[in-house]
């Protein structure tokens, strides 16, 4: 028990749809990322949040990704407009050491 | 800027044969951690080494962080089915995240 749970676990979209993932911490932890992987790749930074800010964005988190994380717990990340680029796993991180379980997306 | 090259990018090995993964950076690293993931799984946290010449053990793993902090290296003594994944190195980024290798991907052959 990573202390991480994500939701949904699989998605599958068309190109073109928007998409929400969600990841919930089990108790509130100051220090939450988003990463994705990509197939035979290691995890790749995209954002993370000190309680409810924003700190860092990674140039991978083109326009149309957005994340929240309103009062500082749980997190979202919006994907608009998908493109078959966009098929990975996400994965929520707390506390520079656990990884949720993911959710992986596939765009069609 | 800082980046982690890991080798090998696949190992194959007869069950029981040891196995090392190792994970080398041209900078200073101020820590480093090793991860374990299954197929279909997520990545899971093995250790973190923050010493220059660690070495720490977990049952058959063996961890070491180089004295320059520049390079680390995860060995597994006598292989199982059960060490299966994918192994990944990370350290600390400058933008307060942690940047991962590409992985070593281990196979075991019963």
């Known amino acids: 028990d990573t202390g991480v749970s994500q939701d949904p676990r699989h998605k599958i979209t068309k190109r073109g749809q928007n998409v929400t993932f969600r990841c919930d911490p089990i108790?509130?932890?100051?220090?939450l990322y988003w990463y994705r992987q990509t197939l035979g790749q290691g995890p790749e930074f995209l954002t993370y949040?000190?309680?409810?800010?924003?700190?860092?964005k990674s140039r991978l988190l083109s326009d149309r990704f957005s994340a929240e994380r309103p009062k500082g717990s749980f997190s979202t990340l919006e994907i608009q407009r998908t493109e078959q680029g966009d098929s990975a796993m996400y994965l929520c991180?707390?506390?520079?050491?656990?990884f949720g379980p993911g959710t992986r997306l596939t765009v069609l | 800027g800082q980046q982690v090259m890991q080798i090998p990018q696949y190992q194959h090995v007869q069950e029981g044969e040891d196995f090392t993964t190792y994970c080398n950076s041209s900078?200073?690293?101020?820590?480093i951690q090793w991860y374990k993931q299954r197929p279909g799984g997520h990545p899971v946290f093995l250790i973190q080494?923050?010493?220059?010449?660690e070495v720490k053990k977990q049952k058959r793993l063996t961890f070491q962080f180089g004295e320059a902090k520049k390079n680390s290296s995860l060995h597994i003594t006598a292989t199982q089915t059960t060490d299966v994944g994918t192994y990944f190195c990370?350290?600390?980024?400058?933008?307060?995240?942690?940047?991962f290798g590409k992985g070593t991907k281990l196979s075991v052959k019963p």
């Open positions: 990370g350290y600390g980024g400058s933008q307060g995240n942690l940047i």
């Open positions: 080494l923050v010493k220059s010449g």
């Open positions: 949040f000190q309680n409810e800010a924003q700190l860092e």
């Open positions: 991180f707390r506390d520079e050491q656990f």
């Open positions: 900078t200073t690293l101020s820590n």
């Open positions: 108790s509130e932890h100051n220090r």
